[in-house]
């Protein structure tokens, strides 16, 4: 069939769209600009598709190579970056088959879990808040009330005047 898009495997463009998010890229801004749908982007970036258009993964790729390096700071950049740390995702720079330490350019992007529950709870022994945590950390503050609270630790009351 002459013209027809070809279904290749999705796992590379799924890692993209992984690594993207790690970096502050959300679905509906990579559909912007690639020409998709935020929906469909979500469902391949949660590798709910085992198979994905040729065309598609090209434009994805194109798109990754394009801001290889460069973390968004726009828009939804924090909340992306959160949902990525939620689901464990990490920077190209991170990805343990290609290097094996974490590589100075993405620094505390490649803080796993671990990494950021010492520091949220060194901040909170300090008797700091989540919402300056946040700030600290470069976080949401959601994302930091849901790591404290799956790690036991109660919240820092606001001093009353």
Same mark, same amino acid.
């Given at each position: 069939?002459a013209?027809?898009?070809v279904?290749?495997?999705?796992?590379?463009?799924t890692r993209m769209?992984q690594?993207l998010?790690?970096?502050?890229w959300?679905c509906?801004?990579?559909?912007?600009?690639?020409?998709?749908?935020?929906?469909h %982007?979500?469902? $391949?970036? =949660?590798g709910?598709?085992?198979?994905?258009k040729?065309?598609? !993964?090209?434009?994805i *790729?194109?798109f990754?190579?394009?801001?290889?390096?460069?973390?968004?700071?726009g828009?939804?950049?924090?909340?992306?970056?959160?949902?990525?740390m939620k689901?464990r995702?990490?920077?190209?720079?991170?990805?343990d088959?290609i290097v094996?330490?974490r590589?100075?350019?993405?620094?505390d992007?490649?803080?796993?879990?671990?990494?950021?529950?010492?520091? %949220?709870r060194? $901040?909170n =022994?300090?008797?700091m808040?989540?919402?300056?945590?946040?700030? !600290?950390?470069?976080? *949401?503050c959601?994302?930091?009330?849901f790591?404290?609270?799956?790690?036991?630790?109660p919240?820092?009351?606001?001093a009353?005047a």
């Amino acid at each position: 069939m002459a013209g027809a898009d070809v279904k290749v495997s999705s796992q590379t463009a799924t890692r993209m769209l992984q690594a993207l998010s790690a970096a502050g890229w959300g679905c509906h801004q990579i559909a912007a600009e690639i020409g998709g749908h935020g929906h469909h %982007i979500s469902e $391949l970036r =949660a590798g709910n598709q085992d198979l994905v258009k040729q065309s598609t !993964a090209s434009r994805i *790729t194109a798109f990754f190579r394009a801001r290889e390096g460069s973390p968004n700071t726009g828009h939804g950049a924090k909340r992306a970056r959160a949902w990525a740390m939620k689901q464990r995702w990490h920077t190209a720079h991170c990805w343990d088959d290609i290097v094996t330490d974490r590589h100075p350019k993405c620094r505390d992007q490649c803080f796993g879990v671990r990494d950021i529950d010492e520091k %949220i709870r060194a $901040l909170n =022994a300090k008797g700091m808040p989540d919402t300056k945590i946040a700030q !600290a950390l470069d976080r *949401t503050c959601s994302n930091i009330t849901f790591r404290r609270r799956a790690m036991g630790i109660p919240a820092v009351r606001k001093a009353t005047a």
